[in-house]
């Protein structure tokens, strides 16, 4: 189904708007490329017909929260939709005093209103925030955090209670005692492991200490407590989520972005792996390109029923179909880090 005749929020790419420099389709503003897509008042650019189903007829986008005291700061990681609450828990990045000290990240909660909307006028939202033991953190009755740590906290895998007072346990904080760089995201797979990464970011902003371990992807078993590299060779490993048979893994590598700034020739892509099982363990095997983003760089991922791959690049969410075909953007001004589904059709 189409969208509806006349919606002028959705633009089909034609192919020399995606092959020839000179008329490349204008995406939203872009620190890297100076793009700005509010020129043509657009949400959505559709690649490929099979976008047009996922739209729907009537697709929209609005702003339902901001924080004027932090900005676009208030809301940059881990958003985590619990259902029986109708609400959304969602990281900060890093905020610091007027003097640059005391680093920290809120967890911060939205809860829809009966209404359907997240406020009485659906525009300045209104959150809370929540206080709980999780350093830094990053991502029914409990939520699993990655803590990033402090340089006087290990990070790790923390679960925290969605009820006040939101308390907090640490499953994991190193590989066998070596403390993790700062873990970034994480996954579970049907089998009750845990698969997350760890980049080296925190060292990079100056919340952690110097790292003593490589940039890398990880298994864990809560269970028995056992916890296994599963992939190496990133540059700065970040999202990462299975396809919807879990036959497959997407792990995206966000090195075009260090402490000393954005390097264009850097990796900003999406790999895939094959998740294989061998000696009753799973391993990730056939590692291959599965996407490049062409502004910014690939950071949160997701994956929807049909296989289609979701990510949040420098504008906007990309979508691509299990095939590595690019096939439509959600344009957002400035970019999306990470995002969730919130029910009812909506991201």
């Given at each position: 189904?189409?969208?509806?005749?006349?919606?002028?929020?959705?633009?089909?790419?034609?192919?020399?708007?995606?092959?020839?420099?000179?008329?490349?389709?204008?995406?939203?503003?872009?620190?890297?490329?100076?793009?700005?897509?509010?020129?043509?008042?657009?949400?959505?650019?559709?690649?490929?017909?099979?976008?047009?189903?996922?739209?729907?007829?009537?697709?929209?986008?609005?702003?339902?929260?901001?924080?004027?005291?932090?900005?676009?700061?208030?809301?940059?990681?881990?958003?985590?939709?619990?259902?029986?609450?109708?609400?959304?828990?969602?990281?900060?990045?890093?905020?610091?005093?007027?003097?640059?000290?005391?680093?920290?990240?809120?967890?911060?909660?939205?809860?829809?209103?009966?209404?359907?909307?997240?406020?009485?006028?659906?525009?300045?939202?209104?959150?809370?925030?929540?206080?709980?033991?999780?350093?830094?953190?990053?991502?029914?009755?409990?939520?699993?955090?990655?803590?990033?740590?402090?340089?006087?906290?290990?990070?790790?895998?923390?679960?925290?209670?969605?009820?006040?007072?939101?308390?907090?346990?640490?499953?994991?904080?190193?590989?066998?005692?070596?403390?993790?760089?700062?873990v970034n995201d994480v996954v579970l797979h049907p089998d009750g492991s845990i698969w997350f990464t760890d980049p080296t970011y925190?060292?990079?902003?100056?919340?952690?200490?110097?790292?003593?371990?490589?940039?890398?992807?990880?298994?864990?078993?809560?269970?028995?407590?056992?916890?296994?590299?599963?992939?190496?060779?990133?540059?700065?490993?970040?999202?990462?989520?299975?396809?919807?048979?879990?036959?497959?893994?997407?792990?995206?590598?966000?090195?075009?972005?260090?402490?000393?700034?954005?390097?264009?020739?850097?990796?900003?892509?999406?790999?895939?792996?094959?998740?294989?099982?061998?000696?009753?363990?799973?391993?990730?095997?056939?590692?291959?390109?599965?996407?490049?983003?062409?502004?910014?760089?690939?950071?949160?991922?997701?994956?929807?029923?049909?296989?289609?791959?979701?990510?949040?690049?420098?504008?906007?969410?990309?979508?691509?179909?299990?095939?590595?075909?690019?096939?439509?953007?959600?344009?957002?001004?400035?970019?999306?880090?990470?995002?969730?589904?919130?029910?009812?059709?909506?991201?």
């Amino acid at each position: 189904m189409a969208p509806k005749p006349g919606c002028k929020l959705a633009k089909r790419v034609t192919k020399e708007e995606r092959t020839i420099a000179s008329t490349c389709f204008k995406q939203v503003r872009s620190t890297y490329l100076n793009r700005n897509a509010k020129d043509h008042g657009l949400h959505f650019a559709i690649y490929d017909d099979s976008f047009v189903t996922i739209l729907g007829r009537m697709p929209n986008q609005e702003v339902i929260l901001w924080d004027m005291a932090h900005h676009q700061k208030f809301a940059h990681e881990a958003p985590v939709y619990v259902p029986h609450q109708d609400a959304v828990y969602f990281t900060s990045n890093v905020l610091r005093d007027l003097d640059g000290s005391n680093p920290r990240i809120m967890i911060n909660k939205a809860t829809r209103n009966a209404d359907g909307y997240w406020s009485p006028d659906d525009r300045e939202g209104q959150h809370d925030q929540v206080t709980t033991a999780v350093s830094m953190p990053n991502g029914d009755n409990s939520i699993l955090f990655c803590a990033q740590g402090t340089k006087t906290e290990p990070g790790g895998l923390v679960v925290m209670q969605t009820k006040p007072p939101y308390s907090t346990t640490t499953l994991i904080d190193s590989y066998h005692g070596r403390l993790f760089n700062s873990v970034n995201d994480v996954v579970l797979h049907p089998d009750g492991s845990i698969w997350f990464t760890d980049p080296t970011y925190g060292y990079e902003q100056d919340f952690r200490n110097e790292p003593v371990l490589p940039c890398q992807a990880y298994g864990f078993e809560p269970e028995t407590g056992d916890i296994r590299v599963v992939a190496d060779g990133f540059g700065r490993p970040n999202g990462l989520c299975f396809s919807p048979d879990h036959e497959t893994m997407y792990i995206t590598d966000t090195d075009m972005v260090h402490g000393d700034g954005i390097d264009l020739t850097r990796a900003g892509t999406i790999y895939a792996f094959d998740v294989i099982e061998r000696h009753g363990a799973h391993f990730l095997a056939n590692r291959r390109v599965f996407a490049m983003a062409d502004n910014g760089f690939p950071d949160g991922i997701k994956c929807d029923l049909e296989g289609n791959v979701y990510s949040g690049c420098g504008d906007g969410v990309n979508v691509w179909n299990a095939g590595g075909r690019l096939i439509g953007k959600i344009l957002v001004d400035g970019g999306v880090a990470n995002f969730c589904s919130c029910g009812l059709a909506r991201f």
